[in-house]
C-alpha cells in the first residue's frame, strides 16, 4: 500500500463556542424561490448545527430570549453581525473541479477536450507526483477556492495515491468540506500517466480511501469518491470493477459523459455494446453495464446526452454537475439544464478547473445563466455535429414555440440554488447543507457589497481601494442587489467563510 507523505492531520476543531449571527440571511427555499430573512438571528452549537433560526430578532431580543431559551451562557457565546449593505449565504458547493489542474487555469489556447488532454492536462497532473510541487498546488487551490466561498468541494486528484492522500489531510487541516478522488486510467492516456492495470487502479484507489478513512473515520468533512476518469480512458474491465467497489462501499462515484462530440463518438467506438452487454451503444448505457450509475454518482457535463440516456440516469437516481464555464472555454457546447432539470435530473454547478477557467462557483452561476440563453436561442449544440443533424436540431428549434425556448432560461434565483442546495444534493448532503435550516450545519459565507455614501464614494469598504464591483446606491431592492452580485461579484465580497461553523476564511 502508497504511504502518505505526511503524517495523517487531524479532522479540523470544531468552532469553540456557541455562536450568535445577527442581520439579512439570504438562502434558497425553493428551485426558484430565495428567502430573505432580514433583521434576523441565527445560532449555531459549538459541533457547528444551527439550532435556532428566529425572524425579528435584533442584539437586545436575542439576548434578552434566545440565548437563555438555549440555556446559553452570554459571555461564551460569539457574536457576528453582517452590517449594512452586508448578508449571510450558503457557502458554495462545487460539484465538479480538478484540483490537480489548478497551475493551468486560463490556459487552454482555443483546443477542444481530447488534444487539450493531451497538450495541456496530463503532464501537468503528472508532474504533480513530485510531493512538495503537489503541496504547493493543493495548499493554494484550497485556499482559493474557500476564498471564494465554496465551502464543499468533489475533487479529482490524480493518479498519484501519496498526493491525493495529502489533497484530503490539506482539505482537512484548513476545514473544507472535500469530495477526494484518486483517478484511475488505465488506457489511450500516455504511457507516463496510466494504470497498469485495472487491479493496480483498483488497489491504488482502495490504498486512497483507507488514508482518508483514518484521517476522518466518520467522513465528517473529507470524503472518498471512487473516480474512473471518463470512459474513453478506462477499459471496461477497469469501469466494472469501479462499479462493484462502488455496490460493495456505498462511496460516491465521480467521472464525466457526455462532454464533447468527437469523445462520445470514440466511446461508441471503443465499446461496441456486443463486448460490454450494454443494452445499446451510448455513453450512459456503458456507465450503466459497468455498474457505474447509482444515486451516489456525479456525472460532469452531460451536454450531448440523448433522451434515453436522460431516462435512464433519471432512473437510477446519478447527478449532473454542470459546468458552463469549461463547455464553453473548451466548446464543448451548450448543457440543456432546464431539460435536464424537466426529466428529473438532480444538477449542481461546476468550475471544472482548469477545463473551466475560473476557481468561482459564483462565475460558474453566471455563466450558467448565459449559457442558458444560447440554449433558449437555439445555439445548444456546438462542437462538431454533422450538417445533417444541424440540420434537424434548426428543425426543432424552429418548431418550439417562443414559450418553451423561454423555458429554457435559467434565472439568478435558480442558479444560485444550482450553486447551494442543489449542489449539496449532487454531493449526498442535502439537508444538511445548502441552506439555513435548523439542523443543518453552519456552511456560510459573509457578503458584502459597497454602499455608495452621498458624495458618490464607497464609504469604508473603500479604505482597503479594493472593495470590488458591486456598488448598492440604496435604491434596489434585495432580488436587484443579489442580481448585481452574481453578475458583478467576486472574492472581494466574500468577506467570511465558515465550515461547520469553523472560521476558514477571512478577507483582511
Ligand atoms: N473537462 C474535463 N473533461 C475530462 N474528461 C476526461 N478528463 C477530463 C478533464 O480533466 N477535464
Ligand atoms: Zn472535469
Redesign the pocket.
Known sequence: MTKSNTAAVQPAEPAAKNQLFLGTFVHSKALTELEYLHNAAVCVDRSGVIVAVERDCDEVKARATLLPRLGWDEAEVKLVIAKEGQFFFPGFIDTHL?AS?YPNVGIFGSST?LDW?NTY?FPLEASLADPAKARRVYSRVIRKTLAHGTTCAAYYATTDVASTNLLADLCLAAGQRALVGRVCMDQLSPSYYRDSSPESAVAATLASIEHIRRADPTFTLVRPVITP??AP?CSFALMRQLGELAAATQLPVQT?IS?NRREVALVAELFPPSATGARDASYAALYDAAGLLTPRTILAHAVHLTEPEAALLARRGCAVSHCPC?NSA?TSGAARVRWLLDRGIVCGLGT?MS?GFSPSVLEAARHAVLVSRHVAMGVAGGGSRGGDEKAAEKKESESESEEEKERAKLSVEEVLFLATRGGAKVVGLEGKVGGFDVGMEWDAQLIGLTMVDDAGGGGVEDEDGDAGNVDVFGWESWPDRIAKWLYNGDDRNTKRVWVKGRLVHERK
Open positions: 480538478h489542474q477536450l488532454l492536462t476518469r471518463f480512458a464525466h462532454e469549461s473548451l471544472d477545463g
